[in-house]
Each structure stands twice: as C-alpha cells, then as structure tokens.
C-alpha cells in the first residue's frame, strides 16, 4: 500500500485544500500516515502570509535533507505558487510543487511522479477553475468546511494571497447547497463557509444572487445548527449580512471582519479601500443587531509609513469597536507585492514595541468583555474533553471557548453535542462554567 502524509500550514481554506487533497490521494489508492518517516509521499500544503510562515516548510524539507529512503516530496500551497521552481534550487529533493489553482490536477501530477518523473508542477494562476472534489475526507465529524469562493481579487499592498491564490472565482450556489445538504445528511451540524474574501461572493450565473442570499438558504437546511463564515472584507460588508444574521440564529453571532489600521491614511496607504469611518459604519450595523454579535478583526502592526500617531488611531479603534477576539501581526515584507515600493519602513524593533502596546490594550478588552457574560447561560457546542482540567471544551455561537464541568465526567459521550452551560468564570481567552441541560 503506497501511503502519503501531509502537514498543514496557514489558514482555514488551507486546511480544507489539505481535506481535499488527503481525500484525492485516498481515491488514488493511498493510505494516511500519521508521521512522515511511514510514508512514501510527504506533502507540506503551506503558507506563505509572512516570512515566518515560509520560512517553516524550508526548516521541515531540511530534516529530511539526508536520507530520505526513496520517499517522495511535494510542496503544496501558497509558498509553491509564490516560488515556483525555486524550491527545486532550495531543496533538490522535492518533487512536486502544486499551487492551490492547480489542485484539480493532482490525479495527473501524482501519475506522473508514480511514473518516475522527477520534476512535476501545477503552477497555472488563471484556472477559472475551484478544487471541487467528491473525495474530500473532512477530519472532524460535527464541524464541516465548506469552500464557496476561492482567490481574491483586492489588492491590498501588503499581502501575497491575490498572488498565491488567484483571481477571484466564486461557485454556483446549486453546487453549494448541494454540498451543504449532503453534510447535514451526513451528520455534520455546523458548516464554516470558507472564502479568501467570503462576502464578495457572487453566483456566476446569477450576478444579483450575494452572500447574504446564501447565507439566507444554507441557514435553512434541514439538521445544521450552526453557520459560520470567513473571512468578511469590510468592503464587501453590507447591512443585508447583518439582517440575514438577524433572521436566523444558525447564523452565528460572530463576524470577523479585519481592519489592519485604525488611521484612514494608513488603510489608504495599504489600499484597502475604506476609512475609519467607513468601517466604524459597518460596526454600528452590527452592533444593531437584534442579537449580541461578536466582532473580532486582523491588525497588521509597522506598515510602512505607519507614524506613532497612526499607530495611536488604531488603539483608540481597537478601544472604541472593543473587539472580543483579535490576530495582531508585525507587518512582514512580502515577495510581488505593492508594499514593497513604499517608503518608510518601520524598524522592527518599533514593530515590536508597537505590537506589544496593542496585544497588551486587547487582552484588557477580552478580560473585560468575558467578565461581562458571567452569569449567563451559553449553548456550547462540545468539541471535546480535556484529561488534565477534567472539563469538557465546548464553543460559544459568538466562538468564545467555554470549558464546562459535566455530572458525568468524562464518561458522557458529549462530543458533537449542544448544551446550556451556565457560566461561572471568565479569563481573557475562555470562559469556565458549568453544564445544565441537552438543547
Ligand atoms: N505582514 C503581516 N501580516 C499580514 N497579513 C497579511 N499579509 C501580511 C503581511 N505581509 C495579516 C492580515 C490578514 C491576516 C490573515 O494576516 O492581518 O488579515
Ligand atoms: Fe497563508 Fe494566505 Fe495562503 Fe492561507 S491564503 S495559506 S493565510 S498565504
């Protein structure tokens, strides 16, 4: 039996790119590995948002540098589509190098390199193709991934995802609902519908059908409890979002909606096409809403340009909109992007310091925000038990964990199931209560 292995880096579309791939390997007759030295095929499905995470897939090709024992090696993902053939330079030992435009050809790539080819590419960006596959082997059974668009076709100055992933292609609603209606058929209550820039979504046969009306429909499926969806541009973020959330509680209470700056110019500058008070609009719609949402949001720290003041706007954003959750980042330089022209580079001590400032500010707001829902009563979903806390986690509609404790410990089989949880405690990352009844 020929068995490959994969390791994920990066976000969420990632991961389910992974699900597809390990899904078309299966077909193609290859078991899952749980460790790269069982297996024959070793992919790193990676990400390349910020040097960082690059840098990570060239540290796990270096292991296996020496001594490989015949095993094959692909590079998947961002940092294929980004560098190409170069990776064959870096590390002569990789076979295949696929961007996530090329994913539909991986039967064809994996039959070439089973042939003994030693070079094999998917590196093509104006596929108007989507990866749609009915091999995808989803690896949690209750929480599903649901692709609805990929690419992005913004262009922001800072980031390689337009680059990495392609122009922007949206799949038929048809296509969606049918997917979705086979999970739910198939058990799973919560879909995570999955975009690069999820809202601009648009049926290509039907250009008035939006996000919202998807949203609306997948809602209503039959057996789904819970809908999600990332990751929302505030561009595209209109009020009709907030009243389908409105209309249906398997909306979850929660939108992710980045900001990166809270200085009009410096969102100029990044070319993210909106200002401060454009996106505080968006906020208030929100914050409207018949239901408590949760708003949590991406802030790059150190774009160029970036001055102590622009810095301060964002603080006093991030303050005023009171995020319950948010990703912080230094801005990191990025290959075939914008950003790289600009002047003023911020040095990247200041970068730290700055982003120390804001990480510091946003754990004060999450102790605050969590303090406030003390006392309340939360449907959890239970995403699992945790030996050493003896609790069992679950996971708030607005996305907040909450560790509860149960009568029957950890014999109860709660997993994949809804509770009401009273909550007793609250910490800036999670909140601790305990379990009432079945819902
Ligand atoms: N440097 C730092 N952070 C970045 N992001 C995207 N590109 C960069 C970059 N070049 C952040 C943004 C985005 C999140 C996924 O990663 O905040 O929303
Ligand atoms: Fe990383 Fe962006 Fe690619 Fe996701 S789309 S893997 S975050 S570079």
């Known amino acids: 039996m020929k068995r490959f292995y994969i390791e994920t880096f990066g976000c969420q579309m ?7 791939v390990a899904g078309t390997l299966a077909a193609l007759g290859y078991e899952q590995a749980v460790s790269p030295e069982e297996a024959d095929l070793v992919l790193y499905n990676t990400c390349s948002i910020r040097d960082k995470a690059e ?3 060239y540290s796990r090709l270096q292991q296996f540098r020496k001594g490989a024992n015949g095993k094959r090696f692909g590079v998947l993902g961002c940092v294929a589509q980004q560098e190409g053939l170069r990776i064959f330079e870096r590390a002569p030992h990789v076979s295949l190098v696929c961007g996530s435009a090329s994913y539909s050809r991986l039967p064809e790539l994996i039959s070439e390199l089973e042939k003994g080819n030693r070079r094999v590419t998917g590196l093509e960006l104006d596929s108007n193709e989507t990866f749609e596959t009915p091999y995808t082997r989803r690896d949690n059974p209750h929480r599903a991934y649901l692709t609805i668009m990929e690419g992005c076709d913004k262009s922001c100055a ?12 949206s799949r038929t609603r048809e296509s969606i609902l049918e997917e979705a209606r086979q999970l739910a058929q198939q058990g799973w209550t919560e879909i995570q519908l ?20 998807l949203l609306r429909e997948v809602a209503e499926i039959p057996g789904l409890r819970r809908v999600r969806f990332t990751t929302s541009h505030p561009r595209d973020f209109g009020p009709e979002i907030v009243e389908a959330i409105d209309a249906n509680p398997v909306l979850c209470d929660h939108v992710h909606l980045p900001v990166q700056s809270g200085s009009t110019r410096v969102l100029e500058r990044m070319q993210r096409q909106y200002t401060r008070e454009e996106y505080l609009r968006r906020i208030e719609w929100l914050r409207k809403a018949r239901r408590p949402i949760a708003i949590t949001t ?19 954003l991030v303050e005023e909109v009171g995020y319950d959750s948010m990703f912080s980042f230094k801005y990191s330089p990025r290959p075939n992007t914008a950003a790289l022209q600009l002047d003023g580079q911020v040095p990247e001590e200041e970068k730290g310091r700055r982003l120390t400032i804001l990480q510091e500010l946003q754990r004060s707001i ?14 959890a979903a239970v995403e699992g038990y945790n030996q050493a806390t003896g609790q069992w986690i679950g996971r708030t509609s607005q996305n907040r964990i909450l560790n509860f404790t149960h009568p029957g410990g950890a014999g109860a089989d709660l997993t994949g199931k ?3 949880v009273r909550v007793t405690r609250a910490g800036p990352n999670s909140l601790a209560g305990e379990s009432l009844d079945l819902v």
């Not at 800072?158 to 292609?169: A, H, I, L, S």
Request: net charge negative.
């Open 14 to 20: 990632n991961a389910h790119d992974s699900e597809k």
């Open 158 to 169: 800072y980031c390689v995802v337009p680059y990495t992933r392609g122009p922007e292609r």
């Open 55 to 57: 840098q990570k897939v």
């Open 418 to 420: 809804y509770l009401r």
């Open 298 to 316: 991406d802030v790059i720290v150190g774009f160029p340009g970036e001055t102590e003041e622009d810095f301060q706007a964002t603080l006093r």
């Open 194 to 213: 999955l975009g690069q820039n999820v809202n601009s979504y648009r049926d290509p046969s039907r250009s008035d059908y939006k996000f919202a009306d």
């Open 366 to 379: 999450q102790i605050r925000r969590n303090a406030e829902l003390v006392g309340t009563v939360q449907e």
